[in-house]
């Protein structure tokens, strides 16, 4: 029984940098000029799982992401870590989408790629962490979807028990393939790449597809496709008139302690 | 020129830096306070391809070369250098077999050494000196189809955890590189040393007592010997050492300056201040100038230059490689004051690791020895 | 268009989930400025009881589908039926709690709508667009660091919201009306995808939290890297047992296993809103602080006069966590006394 899973994956600035994120006073754009980046770690639990599910099962496990061309190197590492493909969909007109046209685009995307059983993703990015794309996707291909998967069970061809976590427990829950399923990070530890992958991915390559070659819609995709846009982005530094407790330890502590309650906050 | 490393060598570095993080630091300490040596860490490096990485492909090796051999090195031992020390020493029997090895030879130990199940130690350091191996005392008198070996070696890194040594010995006036497997009668490990640093890499004293091998232990031609040890301490060993040298400081570098930013004195971080700033700045400067010169050396083993070509510039590679984690590791020690000295900090560590590049591969001098006869010749 | 302000009023185990009460709070806000009414949606087994408490928080339309297979979460299911329910009504607005649930419908909903969907505001309000009211939804970025405010060109314009985030509303009861939604041609069409891309949930099995959910704690005492002199959390649970609060911390508290993943405070981990915040050993990055600036009173301790967290609190305290820690749990428990 064959199994092909698409895992789509995202670039994005590594949160260590964050800070050194800026913003344009004159153009009101944000400058990620110079911050390194790093494959979404979400992601990297998908395409583990996907991996594990090849090594039970025959099948593919093909990468798609959509992005600048640095993404390039984040699809490199995945071939590196076993994907069989990778696809890179690189278009100016891809630009500032919103998720519902990011979603779009993947869904053109996996669609040109054609046949799958299983799509995976991460339930959230570390840089936006909305979560919203992997059940749009879902949306796009028509398909059913479950996000927040920590454990995946095969029962027979097609037919999955998954589990979900809630906020307190979780939510065992019966799939039908094909089906979209956003994972959490405690569904796997993914495998570092070896010397190994590096060298038998050496002969592979990320292929790139613009919006004519997944026959996207001008309309549907990039700025043009997103129904939210960002009226405005400010630096986000919020301010209290605070005081600081000044004497000794047992001075400042005391001073502390009578100002709470002074504010109230003692109950 | 394009300085630019190939996408298969940023990709490794990274995979080394992650597996170092993760796998590594936790137990840094630890290892060192056993002081055993780590075979299932061993055995992980192998998974990772690192073990057989300038190793050809149907030996289960990797085939990245030499230049990817010292990222991963460097890389390794910016976490843990003792570490990088077995793969500095372990690939010197190893790679000496592949290259001058016989078919037989490479099929029988090329892929358990690759997949981290054996160890190699190479044995040419004798009690009366390393640095002039002709000197080298131990005989191996050749008796019918056999070998009969007799002497002592010292100071020999891995001896104690070693499956083979390869054995540098005199058959009548010429040398031999002799394969010799553990538990062969007459073959002792005498004595363990307790050393400054590298405490779970055990480096041993050996003695031979009649030691029978068969005679197709040789490596490589009869009486070639000697060339074949020193070419492996040229292209193994000394580009090994520069990638633990580079490891070392970066290892403590990157400590260092993280501590300044973070440390405060009189109302701002101790990096702040120019004394302290010069420091870093002269390590960071140091770091970057032995880095492209050891990567050139590496890359031109790649590029297929003989050792008469290139065993200049792999000279150089150790002597500043070794100099530079000799320089930034007692430095990073002062700027981290007390914290410096602590072995939960692991730069004291690497500092007293560093040390025991000043012999690997040869001494400092010997480097200086090797580019003076060249630049008067 | 309806000018309605709708809320999905998420439901478990027959029970209202906080975050659909907060939700109401800023719905309100919302509809009186539009002029429009407030309503929720309520999907469920048996939930007719909890529409009339919706109405107790000023809700005046309650859109109600009741049926033994909707009482565990179903997304196919819901999907279709909300996506119908929106499309037939045409609300203006439609909030939802940015639960695991919320996190998964509201995306799918607004997919199937072909509209947008902002996620964790921070803040919502109405504010005149080219001449028409639209809805500006704020959300924080980059780790904190920067605010965005976002809008939405088409309708309806939805948004989540983190629970815990925004306050309850006061009691404020009116007489709603209730409108059953006929849930027959959703079953058929789900029906009819039988053996074809379905989910299907089974069942649910729920853990207890050993402790008070940290959204709905008074007060919340948080430790981050400066316990490192300290060695462990002890102390902080000290102080927490006290006060009567909640231990939290910083993601590298996190890292170094001093707390559980559910206990991370900032924009990777809970927003909370207590009267009081406590931050211990915390230099104040805007990852962590985006999770605290909400709360009513914040008090911080750390050795670095210079760190962020002193530039948003409210009582602050420059010292070394050794001395200072025992010193705070000692005078409190006196107090106490």
């Known amino acids: 029984m064959a199994v092909d899973i698409i895992v789509c994956i995202k670039q994005v600035p590594n949160p260590e940098h964050f800070s050194k994120i800026s913003l344009d006073p004159v153009t009101k754009t944000i400058n990620r000029e110079g911050i390194p980046v790093i494959t979404n770690p979400w992601d990297k639990n998908a395409l583990e799982e996907g991996l594990r599910i090849r090594e039970r099962f025959s099948g593919k496990v093909v990468v798609l992401s959509m992005g600048p061309p640095q993404t390039r190197k984040s699809l490199e590492e ?37 046949h799958f059983d299983l799509v995976l993703c991460g339930n959230e990015t570390v840089d936006s962490g909305t979560g919203q ?135 | 020129m394009d300085f630019n490393l190939t996408r298969q060598q940023e990709m490794l570095r990274d995979a080394v830096h992650e597996f170092a993080d993760a796998e590594l630091a936790p137990r840094a300490l630890e290892l060192d306070e056993k002081g055993e040596f780590p075979f299932d860490i061993v055995k992980r490096t192998a998974e990772m391809g ?58 029988k130990y090329l892929p358990p050494l690759c997949r981290g199940e054996m160890v190699i130690c190479d044995a040419i350091t004798e009690p009366s000196g390393g640095s002039d191996p002709t000197t080298t005392q131990t005989t191996a008198e050749l008796a019918g189809n056999e070998f009969i070996i007799n002497g002592r070696k010292v100071y020999i890194t891995l001896a104690g955890v070693a499956d083979l040594a390869c054995v540098l010995a005199k058959t009548d006036d010429k040398f031999n590189e002799i394969l010799v497997e553990k538990g062969t009668p007459g073959f002792e490990i005498t004595r363990r040393e307790h050393l400054a640093g590298f405490r779970t890499t055990p480096v041993n004293e050996v003695a031979f007592t009649n030691c029978r091998v068969p005679k197709s232990n040789l490596i490589g031609q009869e009486g070639k010997g000697l060339g074949i040890g020193l070419s492996a301490i040229s292209v193994i060993g000394r580009t090994g050492v520069a ?44 770091i970057e100038a032995t880095k492209w010169l050891s990567y050139y050396a590496a890359w031109q083993i790649d590029q297929g230059k003989g050792i008469r070509e290139i065993g200049v510039d792999i000279a150089r590679a150790k002597l500043l490689g070794c100099d530079l984690a000799n320089k930034v590791a007692p430095k990073a020690v002062q700027i981290m004051g007390g914290y410096g000295l602590s072995e939960e900090y692991h730069v004291v560590r690497r500092l007293r690791d560093a040390l025991h590049l000043f012999p690997a591969a040869g001494t400092q001098e010997i480097m200086k020895v090797t580019i003076g006869r060249s630049i008067m010749a | 268009m309806s000018q309605e302000v709708w809320i999905f009023a998420e439901q478990s185990q027959g029970k209202l989930l906080p975050v659909s009460l907060e939700l109401l709070a800023k719905g309100q806000e919302l509809s009186y400025r539009l002029g429009g009414k407030l309503a929720a949606i309520l999907v469920g ?128 009861k009116v007489t709603g009306e209730i409108i059953p939604i006929d849930v027959d041609i959703i079953k058929n069409v789900v029906a009819g995808r039988m053996g074809q891309s379905r989910a299907e949930t089974v069942e649910i099995t729920e853990e207890e939290p050993e402790v008070t959910p940290l959204e709905e704690a008074e007060v919340v005492i948080a430790g981050g ?113």
């Open chain 2, 243 to 286: 990638g633990i040298g580079l490891g070392i400081a970066r290892g403590c570098y990157e400590a260092a300056l993280k501590f300044a930013k973070e440390r405060q004195l009189y109302g701002k971080p101790i990096g702040e201040l120019q004394a302290i700033q010069f420091a870093l700045v002269d390590m960071n400067v140091e």
């Open chain 3, 45 to 172: 087994g048996e939930v007719r009881k909890l529409a009339f408490e919706l109405m107790d928080y000023g809700c005046e339309k309650v859109y109600m589908a009741e049926d033994p297979q909707l009482s565990l979460y179903q997304g196919d299911f819901y999907a279709d039926l909300l996506a119908r329910l929106i499309s037939e009504n045409k609300p203006e607005i439609v909030l939802w709690g940015a639960t695991i649930i919320g996190r998964e419908l509201a995306p799918w909903v607004a997919a199937k709508l072909k509209t947008g969907l902002t996620a964790h505001c921070t803040d919502l309000y109405i504010e005149e667009i080219d001449e028409e009211p639209r809805l500006v939804q704020v959300v924080s970025g980059w780790g904190g660091n920067m605010s965005l405010q976002i809008v939405c060109n088409t309708n309806p314009q939805m948004a989540t919201v983190k629970p815990g985030l925004m306050a309850k509303p006061p009691q404020r």
């Open chain 1, 78 to 114: 995945a071939l590196a870590m076993g994907a069989d493909e990778a696809f890179l969909l690189c278009d100016r007109a891809f630009a500032a989408a919103d998720t519902l046209a990011t979603a779009y685009t993947l869904a053109r995307g996996i669609q040109k790629i054609g």
């Open chain 2, 50 to 107: 690192l073990v057989g990485i300038m190793t050809p492909k149907e030996y289960d090796g990797t085939e990245m070369g030499h230049l990817a051999r010292m990222i991963a090195i460097e890389e390794i031992s910016r976490v843990y250098p003792p570490l990088g020390f077995f793969f500095q020493t372990g690939h010197l029997g190893h790679w000496s077999l592949q290259t001058y090895g016989t078919e037989e030879q490479k099929k």
């Open chain 3, 225 to 337: 890297w400066g316990l490192n002199s300290l060695g462990d959390f002890q102390l902080v649970e000290q102080l927490a047992q006290v006060l009567g609060g909640a231990v939290a911390g910083t993601r590298p508290a996190f890292d170094k296993g001093w707390i559980t993943e559910s206990r991370i405070i900032g924009q990777s981990g809970k927003i909370v809103s207590p009267k009081l915040f406590i931050s211990l050993g915390a230099s104040g990055a805007p990852q962590f602080t985006t999770g605290l600036e909400k709360s009513q009173i914040i008090l911080a301790v750390d050795q670095n006069p210079k760190a962020p967290i002193f530039e948003i609190a409210d009582i602050g305290i420059v010292g070394s966590l050794q001395i200072i820690l025992p010193l705070l749990i000692k005078e409190l428990k006196q107090k106490r006394l």
């Open chain 1, 133 to 267: 794309v992997g059940p749009q996707i879902a949306q796009f291909l028509s398909i059913t979807c479950v996000t927040n998967v920590k454990e995946i069970t095969f029962q027979e061809e097609r037919k999955l028990i998954v589990k979900r976590a809630l906020e307190s427990g979780h939510m065992k829950v019966k799939v039908e393939l094909p089906a979209l399923l956003a994972v959490g990070q405690e569904i796997n530890k993914p495998r570092l790449i070896t010397a190994f992958g590096i060298m038998q991915a050496a002969e592979r390559e990320p292929r790139v597809w613009g919006c004519e070659d997944i026959g996207a819609e001008r309309d549907s995709i990039g700025g043009e496709g997103s129904p939210t846009r960002v009226l405005e982005t400010l630096e986000h530094r919020p301010k209290r008139k605070g005081k600081i407790m000044t004497g000794s330890p047992e001075e400042m502590v005391k001073k502390a302690i009578e100002r709470l309650r002074e504010m109230g906050g003692l109950i």
